[in-house]
């Protein structure tokens, strides 16, 4: 991201606090009709994208060249011609009325500016993939066998892409235009308000003084923060630079340091209230209210930290490490006089749990947050700090906006050429109609673009792609959704790219390769869970009261014994025989096969109760 100076960057500046105004009005007087406001929200961003993101790692950093601010101009052509002939777009016949020549023009334009804006800030892999949708639509039907397309003309191409809310415009784009960018928003209130350094105060007060604290630390701030950031990378570098330095010092070594981080980072995405933008999308794919995907997601989430919590655990106290020096952990009495502080993220949850829309919600959170920091002089928000809010939180929005237009592109091509239809029977003849088989398959195509791909792309793609085929082999469509999600989210730890592991990496001197690898074994239930949620609906809180109460049972068991197995230590160093067992129990305790959870369930309660015995 450039650094901008002088009246570039007041341009760039102000421009974002009037985006943030455009959003913040549509959340509290209602938003636009669809295709409006996505548009305004791309007239935004699009042009704004050439002015902070250089062409290459050699174009200049600390000014704007002549030709991205004629790209800049060119990508808002499009928008701005949308917005002004709004109702003559919305009132046309699609496949029947005339594609003119500017219109043809200007969706051209506008597919050859997100595709470059997409290179320069999400990488390759998705401007490969929406080049190739877009190359698919032209070709599609001089393919042979069962990938072979229907024709198309150029001019029903750019009409589908650019003139309907089916392409660029489509879902993934709206949710970026009004649930994404409130958030964001919400975020940058909440840091400019203090809610980021009470969040490490009180992880410090809670798990300052236990054996590994520092590691603890980084488990309970990062899924803190990372409920609001909703990016693993964001996260690392939000809170890594205090914990990872922090670990080394106590004891752990920096590939161990980094990968605590970086699993960590990365499980805020799932973690409630916030979540990251996928989860607002999957919301809106399944045409229910964002608390069900909320609630869903809290049990997942928390059996994560807490195997995370117990690997850490277990690898201190091997260590035979300590917790942090009094002198660094904040008083108890400092950390409840400050729990005003946490008033916004209550009120935003208790108003989605009472059904109000998440951005009504979100609004009044913010609020919430500039009433907080008035009571604090060191982070009260007049009306600098509070542009400064506003600027820091939408410059945000490029990397989730660019993305979710590009992923607009792919899925413009899936619903124009009915590629959908061929895949989802490309998968069935694979799977050989077994369940069990098509859910692997699904898990590594959304890992695969997980690695190339932002969360949000990679789960709006991999949904499109691989969803109707788990619903049409019997799976739960919420259950579906939230399985190509938890994918997505952890391709971030899952090795060969492993980008939150790299980027904690840079901060702990320790190998990508050798953090990736460690993070991957440190959020090893992330790969178990999910295929436990697709057969039992306990786990996301689905089933009724007693079967949800021993999903949860069960996955806290799972979390225990396989988090032992793997670090190989439970009150003494375990056996292999031991660690063999307790693997077996750790995996089998989650299927759904009532009489065998129980044995396992039992099983464990014995071998803890023998060990606790043992070393008593």
Not at 242 to 249: A, H, L, S, V, Y
Not at 610 to 614: A, D, E, Q, R
């Given at each position: 991201?450039?650094?901008?100076?002088?009246?570039?960057?007041y341009?760039?500046?102000?421009?974002?606090?009037?985006?943030?105004?455009?959003?913040?009005?549509?959340?509290?007087?209602?938003?636009?009709?669809?295709?409006?406001?996505?548009?305004?929200?791309?007239?935004?961003?699009?042009?704004?994208?050439?002015?902070?993101?250089?062409?290459?790692?050699?174009?200049p950093?600390?000014?704007?060249?002549?030709?991205?601010?004629?790209?800049?101009?060119?990508?808002?052509?499009?928008?701005?011609?949308?917005?002004?002939?709004?109702?003559?777009?919305?009132?046309?016949?699609?496949?029947?009325?005339?594609?003119?020549?500017v219109?043809?023009?200007?969706?051209?334009?506008?597919?050859?500016?997100?595709?470059?804006a997409?290179?320069?800030?999400?990488?390759?892999?998705?401007?490969?993939?929406?080049?190739?949708?877009?190359?698919?639509m032209?070709?599609?039907?001089?393919?042979?066998?069962?990938?072979?397309?229907m024709?198309?003309?150029h001019?029903?191409?750019?009409?589908?892409?650019?003139?309907?809310?089916?392409?660029?415009?489509?879902?993934?784009l709206?949710?970026?235009?009004?649930?994404?960018?409130m958030?964001?928003?919400?975020?940058?209130?909440?840091?400019?308000?203090?809610?980021?350094?009470?969040?490490?105060?009180?992880?410090?007060?809670?798990?300052?003084?236990?054996v590994?604290?520092?590691?603890?630390?980084?488990?309970?701030?990062?899924?803190?923060?990372?409920s609001?950031s909703?990016?693993?990378?964001?996260?690392?570098?939000?809170?890594?630079?205090?914990?990872?330095?922090?670990?080394?010092?106590?004891?752990?070594?920096?590939?161990?340091?980094?990968?605590?981080?970086?699993?960590?980072?990365?499980?805020?995405?799932i973690?409630?209230?916030?979540?990251?933008?996928?989860?607002?999308?999957?919301?809106?794919?399944?045409?229910?209210?964002?608390?069900?995907v909320?609630?869903a997601?809290l049990?997942?989430?928390?059996?994560?930290?807490?195997y995370?919590?117990?690997?850490?655990?277990?690898?201190?106290?091997?260590?035979?490490l300590?917790?942090?020096?009094?002198?660094?952990?904040?008083?108890v009495?400092?950390?409840l006089?400050?729990l005003?502080v946490?008033?916004?993220?209550?009120?935003?949850?208790?108003?989605?749990?009472?059904?109000?829309t998440?951005?009504?919600?979100?609004?009044?959170?913010?609020?919430?947050?500039?009433?907080?920091?008035?009571?604090?002089?060191?982070?009260?928000?007049?009306?600098?700090?509070?542009?400064?809010?506003?600027?820091?939180?939408?410059?945000?929005?490029?990397?989730?906006?660019?993305?979710c237009?590009?992923?607009?592109?792919?899925?413009?091509a899936?619903?124009?050429?009915?590629?959908?239809?061929?895949?989802?029977?490309?998968?069935?003849?694979?799977?050989?109609?077994?369940?069990?088989?098509?859910?692997?398959?699904?898990?590594?195509?959304?890992?695969?673009?997980?690695?190339?791909?932002?969360?949000?792309?990679?789960y709006?793609?991999?949904?499109?792609?691989?969803?109707p085929?788990?619903?049409?082999?019997g799976?739960?469509?919420?259950?579906?959704?939230m399985?190509?999600?938890?994918?997505?989210?952890?391709?971030?730890?899952?090795?060969?790219?492993?980008?939150?592991?790299?980027a904690?990496?840079?901060?702990?001197?320790?190998?990508?390769?050798?953090?990736?690898?460690?993070a991957?074994r440190?959020?090893?239930?992330?790969?178990?869970?999910?295929?436990?949620?697709?057969?039992?609906a306990?786990?996301?809180l689905?089933?009724?009261?007693?079967?949800?109460?021993?999903?949860?049972?069960?996955?806290?068991?799972?979390?225990?014994?396989?988090?032992?197995?793997?670090?190989?230590?439970?009150?003494?160093?375990?056996?292999?025989?031991?660690r063999?067992?307790?693997?077996?129990?750790?995996?089998?305790?989650?299927?759904?096969?009532?009489?065998?959870?129980?044995?396992?369930?039992?099983?464990?309660?014995?071998?803890?109760t023998?060990?606790?015995?043992?070393k008593?």
């Open positions: 991201m450039r650094k901008l100076h002088g009246a570039t960057y341009f760039a500046f102000f421009s974002l606090v009037a985006m943030a105004i455009f959003h913040i009005y549509t959340a509290v007087f209602g938003t636009l009709e669809a295709y409006l406001q996505r548009n305004i929200h791309l007239a935004f961003a699009l042009p704004l994208a050439f002015i902070f993101y250089p062409a290459t790692k050699n174009s950093k600390d000014r704007v060249p002549w030709y991205d601010w004629l790209l800049a101009a060119l990508a808002l052509l499009p928008s701005l011609y949308a917005i002004v002939n709004y109702e003559t777009i919305i009132y046309r016949m699609v496949q029947v009325d005339e594609v003119t020549p219109q043809i023009l200007l969706g051209t334009i506008l597919v050859i500016t997100i595709l470059e997409t290179r320069r800030i999400v990488g390759l892999a998705l401007t490969i993939l929406a080049a190739a949708s877009v190359f698919y032209y070709i599609g039907h001089l393919l042979p066998g069962e990938f072979k397309g024709y198309v003309t001019d029903r191409i750019i009409e589908h892409l650019y003139l309907t809310g089916e392409g660029i415009f489509s879902t993934p709206g949710v970026s235009a009004t649930l994404v960018m958030f964001l928003i919400l975020g940058g209130f909440l840091e400019h308000s203090g809610v980021g350094e009470y969040f490490m105060d009180l992880s410090k007060a809670l798990a300052g003084k236990a590994g604290g520092p590691a603890k630390i980084a488990v309970v701030s990062s899924g803190l923060f990372g609001i909703g990016s693993a990378v964001a996260n690392v570098y939000a809170t890594g630079t205090f914990t990872i330095p922090m670990m080394k010092q106590l004891g752990f070594s920096p590939v161990f340091a980094g990968a605590v981080e970086a699993v960590a980072s990365s499980g805020g995405q973690m409630p209230p916030i979540m990251g933008a996928a989860a607002f999308i999957m919301a809106s794919f399944l045409g229910i209210p964002y608390k069900q909320m609630i997601a049990i997942p989430a928390v059996l994560y930290y807490f995370v919590f117990m690997s850490v655990h277990a690898r201190a106290v091997k260590l035979g300590r917790g942090l020096p009094d002198e660094m952990i904040p008083s009495k400092y950390v006089k400050k005003y946490l008033a916004p993220i209550v009120v935003l949850v208790i108003m989605i749990m009472r059904g109000y998440p951005m009504r919600s979100a609004l009044t959170a913010l609020i919430v947050s500039w009433l907080v920091s008035l009571l604090d002089k060191r982070y009260r928000m007049g009306p600098k700090r509070i542009l400064n809010a506003l600027f820091d939180g939408s410059k945000n929005i490029f990397v989730v906006a660019i993305a237009a590009a992923a607009g592109i792919v899925v413009g899936v619903t124009l050429t009915g590629i959908g239809f061929k895949l989802v029977s490309f998968i069935f003849s694979l799977a050989q109609n077994v369940p069990f088989m098509a859910l692997i398959m699904v898990m590594l195509m959304a890992i695969v673009l997980g690695m190339g791909l932002p969360t949000t792309a990679a709006i793609v991999a949904s499109a792609l691989a969803v085929a788990l619903i049409n082999l799976f739960k469509p919420l259950a579906s959704h399985f190509v999600f938890y994918y997505a989210v952890f391709s971030a730890i899952t090795p060969p790219v492993a980008l939150a592991a790299y904690a990496s840079s901060i702990s001197g320790a190998k990508p390769s050798d953090t990736g690898y460690q991957f440190l959020g090893m239930i992330a790969m178990i869970i999910p295929f436990a949620f697709m057969y039992d306990g786990f996301l689905q089933s009724n009261w007693l079967n949800n109460l021993l999903a949860i049972v069960a996955g806290l068991v799972s979390a225990m014994a396989l988090s032992y197995a793997i670090e190989g230590y439970f009150k003494t160093r375990l056996t292999l025989a031991m063999s067992l307790l693997a077996a129990l750790g995996v089998l305790v989650l299927l759904p096969v009532l009489w065998l959870r129980i044995v396992c369930i039992l099983a464990f309660v014995l071998v803890y023998m060990f606790t015995i043992k008593a």
